[in-house]
């Protein structure tokens, strides 16, 4: 439901589920329970992220990362590892996000999991960006767009057209950053509604317009400095 959206309703669910765990020895020392209980910790910590609670999210991947370990599930501590990494990127604590990226990327590569690879290196790419090593990012995120191609995820490949739009402004390729970001916006157009609808359209517009604006405005800065 968290998912969904309907975040107090579940939310309601999932700490009744952890309640009836913790007060109940044989459902506590059931290792399939434990593994529930890990899920349901993790997707708490999704929500609590997505509301920038990042306190309790960390707390409760770690909590979640702890019995996973404890389990021997090394390969489910990927998306806890990477939401870790997520959240220090949020916060400006580059260094510690690129370490819990890093790790979760070799628990995907431990078990040859491309995808999680290409969706750890396209949130590496925004913690080398912000650290300003802009060809590394620029590296990171075009292999996550090979990646993303190869499997047609078309949520994917527009998050990359708009991470590979922002690197290039980040290296004052205006011409080029405006057509990656223009690429991102029609594929969200396609994603969406294929038959793309007036009103999708006309939210392109805008947005085509209010970028072109942004983009002179950096030009305009750039040439007066020179």
């Not at 109940?24 to 993790?42: C, F, G, R, T, V």
């Not at 979640?64 to 990477?82: C, D, M, V, Y």
């Not at 916006?185 to 970028?211: F, G, H, V």
Request: charged share 30%.
């Amino acid at each position: 439901m968290i998912e969904l959206g309907f975040y107090k309703e579940g939310l309601q669910h999932i700490d009744t589920v952890l309640t009836l765990i913790d007060s109940h020895n044989k459902l506590n020392s059931n290792p399939k329970i434990q593994e529930l209980k890990a899920d349901i910790l993790s997707t708490k910590g999704y929500y609590e992220m997505n509301s920038s609670h990042f306190a309790q999210a960390i707390e409760l991947y770690k909590q979640a990362a702890t019995i996973l370990k404890k389990l021997g599930l090394e390969h489910k501590l990927i998306s806890p590892l990477a939401h870790q990494g997520i959240i220090m990127r949020k916060k400006g604590k580059y260094e510690q996000a690129f370490n819990y990226l890093i790790e979760a990327k070799q628990k995907a590569r431990n078990i040859n999991n491309e995808i999680d690879i290409a969706w750890v290196n396209h949130h590496l790419g925004y913690v080398v960006l912000n650290q300003g090593k802009t060809e590394f990012a620029q590296k990171l995120s075009e292999s996550s767009l090979e990646a993303f191609r190869k499997i047609e995820r078309k949520r994917g490949i527009s998050d990359c057209y708009e991470q590979l739009g922002l690197i290039n402004l980040a290296q004052n390729k205006f011409d080029e950053a405006q057509q990656l970001l223009e690429r991102m916006m029609q594929s969200e157009i396609e994603k969406n509604n294929p038959s793309s609808s007036l009103k999708m359209n006309a939210e392109y517009d805008l947005w085509r317009e209010n970028w072109i604006r942004r983009v002179f405005k950096l030009r305009d800065r750039k040439s007066t400095r020179l």
